[in-house]
């Protein structure tokens, strides 16, 4: 049975790629400064990126409208506080 952790695990590959991408620096950027908290390892920070990817995925579908890139970075700026 799939949890929705597994769902999260595997946008880690898609959050990689965003990480590295220059279409991306915001992403990136999140990464760097969630990494330099004391208590959130790479892993941490990837999956907490991740589920703001997830929430902007739901949303998009659910609305039946394009991804909504200002809304990511917004839900990223949270972080580490996560959305929901």
Do not use: H, W
């Amino acid at each position: 049975m799939k949890t929705m952790d597994d769902g999260i695990d595997q946008l880690i590959p898609a959050v990689e790629q965003q990480i590295s991408s220059p279409e991306t620096p915001y992403v990136g950027e999140t990464y760097r400064r969630l990494i330099k908290e004391p208590d959130i390892d790479e892993y941490e920070a990837k999956l907490m990126i991740a589920l703001c990817l997830a929430d902007e995925s739901e949303d998009m579908i659910e609305k039946e409208r394009e991804f909504d890139v200002a809304r990511y970075k917004n839900l990223l700026a949270f972080l580490p506080f996560l959305p929901g």
